[in-house]
């Protein structure tokens, strides 16, 4: 018997989900492909209201590293990475949402 490829495995399991699963799956999905996408710097002209860059796409994802702040010691911790990307939020509009991928390792 041949081994199943991880998207073979992952179809069969995302079978039983419903649209709206599969659609917020989507939505990540394009994502965190357009957050492997690289551009030269040149290239970027647009920002977002926070002075941040557009990708070349308009920015649909990106990851961000996030430090975290303890306030009782003082210590910083992280960086933990997180996928930024536009989807339909829970009130029905876009937004951006973010999906914690884990700590970033050295």
Excluded: N
Aim: proline share 3%; no cysteine.
């Amino acid at each position: 018997m041949t081994k199943q490829s991880q998207s073979a495995r992952l179809i069969q399991q995302l079978q039983d989900w419903s649209d709206e699963e599969l659609g917020e799956l989507d939505e990540m999905i394009q994502g965190l492909l357009e957050s492997r996408r690289e551009q030269p710097e040149e290239e970027v002209k647009e920002t977002r209201e926070d002075g941040s860059s557009l990708g070349k796409h308009g920015g649909r994802g990106h990851i961000e590293l996030k430090m975290i702040p303890d306030s009782k010691t003082g210590k910083t911790y992280g960086p933990y990475r997180y996928l930024r990307y536009w989807g339909v939020t829970k009130k029905g509009t876009m937004g951006l949402k973010s999906v914690y991928l884990g700590k970033r390792e050295r």
